[in-house]
């Protein structure tokens, strides 16, 4: 029997809207291709020639020791990194020519994310695909919750590919115990309409940092209601009073958010250059150096001016665009927090401080790409673009995730007093 699916509901909405796409996923990944669709593959070109070929040259056996039957194989990209099964309108051969049965689980449930805990499954979406960032961004806020799901809406399966999963029983480690209810209370945190977007940020640090104490990976002893105590403490009102005021108060002074930005965001450069994100970020810094009177980013010998220029550009918005950019950026944390599992970092503080580094680059960007005189549609089809690019080359890169950890680590910026200034600049 098949264990119960909640869905956020955009998901349910969510179609592929393949040759209408700006940009095709089927490309530059490492496309799995699971041990049964190998085999069908396999079955089907056996009576074409040309197919035949085409699956020698493209579909590769993984020669990995440690491969599992979800990785038997992988598609290699063409020489220009896109599926050799793609025709010139976007479109999966694969799928045109023999349905979606002969597709991987992979290719077959992108964008869709599901993870299972105990016998429940929770579908989320990548934020990779710029249509489920425009549904995510779309929805409003009371639809960001998990809702019974609709199978019918899902690829037809046997079995659900489930990206992760965890079953909790009273021998469970305390860190996966208690996961979901931590993960509950970030949700519940950003989506409180009583406090400002800086606000629940602040929040959030505060309470992801105030809990890794008592609460942390290989933890061996926890009070649950120490636990409980913290989680009804940034609901007190008071709390969140004193909270409102401290950040209203708060002027970032320093350009420590920049410095990481445009740091983070040199890493990506220097790891692909040709990259749409690294491409966007390159005419971003350049139209800084020239407002900065220098002719190009390379003459800029301190990162710290960047952040002058941000400032003065950020004050030409109105309110109404700061409530726009703070509300899609609030979907985008939604959306991490049902996908993302904390608990494969040490603790949840580290989590979301990088999630604030990763947020901060976002906000950066869209606040360096969009102007004053666009319209709601015109910001929103910039914060899409630069939300689908991020996710590609920052979210869904663990390799590069890995190496901005270990440098945040290295100086020591996985710490709570470098939290407030990366959420207010
Ligand atoms: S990115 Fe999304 S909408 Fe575009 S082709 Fe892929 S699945 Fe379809």
Request: aromatic share 12%.
């Amino acid at each position: 029997m098949m264990s119960e699916l909640l869905s956020l509901p955009y998901m349910q909405q969510f179609k592929c809207i393949a040759d209408k796409c700006e940009d095709t996923c089927c490309q530059h990944w490492h496309v799995r291709i699971d041990k049964v669709h190998y085999k069908r593959m396999q079955e089907w070109v056996d009576d074409n020639p040309i197919q035949k070929q085409l699956f020698s040259e493209s579909v590769l056996l993984n020669k990995s020791n440690i491969a599992s039957d979800k990785s038997y194989a992988y598609i290699q990209m063409d020489k220009n990194g896109y599926c050799p099964y793609l025709n010139p309108e976007q479109q999966c051969t694969l799928h045109i020519k023999k349905g979606i049965e002969i597709l991987s689980d992979i290719c077959a449930f992108y964008p869709r994310i599901i993870t299972e805990k105990n016998s429940l499954m929770e579908m989320g979406g990548a934020l990779s695909c710029p249509e489920v960032v425009r549904l995510c961004l779309s929805a409003d806020m009371d639809n960001h919750v998990l809702l019974s799901l609709d199978n019918s809406v899902l690829p037809d399966r046997e079995n659900i590919p489930v990206h992760r999963s965890l079953f909790m029983d009273d021998n469970s480690p305390l860190y996966e115990k208690y996961f979901s209810k931590v993960q509950q209370t970030f949700i519940d945190i950003i989506k409180s309409g009583d406090c400002d977007y800086f606000t629940r940020l602040y929040i959030l640090a505060s309470y992801s940092h105030s809990i890794s104490t008592i609460y942390f990976e290989n933890c061996v002893t926890l009070d649950p209601d120490a636990l409980e105590n913290y989680r009804v403490h940034v609901f007190d009102s008071n709390y969140k009073q004193s909270v409102i005021h401290f950040m209203s108060q708060y002027e970032n002074e320093q350009p420590l958010a920049c410095i990481i930005i445009y740091s983070v965001l040199q890493l990506k450069q220097q790891q692909a250059p040709d990259e749409k994100l690294s491409v966007m970020v390159e005419n971003v810094f350049e139209d800084y150096a020239k407002q900065l009177g220098f002719s190009s980013s390379t003459d800029v010998d301190n990162a710290a001016d960047y952040s002058v220029v941000f400032q003065k550009r950020y004050q030409m918005f109105s309110n109404q665009v700061h409530h726009q950019v703070e509300n899609y950026l609030t979907k985008y944390l939604l959306n991490c927090f049902y996908r993302e599992w904390f608990i494969t970092m040490p603790s949840a503080f580290i989590y979301i401080q990088m999630l604030l580094v990763r947020v901060a680059i976002i906000r950066f960007i869209i606040y360096s790409r969009v102007l004053p005189e666009m319209n709601t549609e015109e910001i929103k089809k910039i914060s899409v673009e630069v939300i689908y690019q991020f996710a590609r080359a920052v979210d869904h890169n663990l390799p590069f995730l890995q190496v901005v950890y270990e440098a945040l680590n290295e100086q020591q910026m996985l710490h709570f007093d470098y939290s407030t200034p990366l959420i207010k600049f």
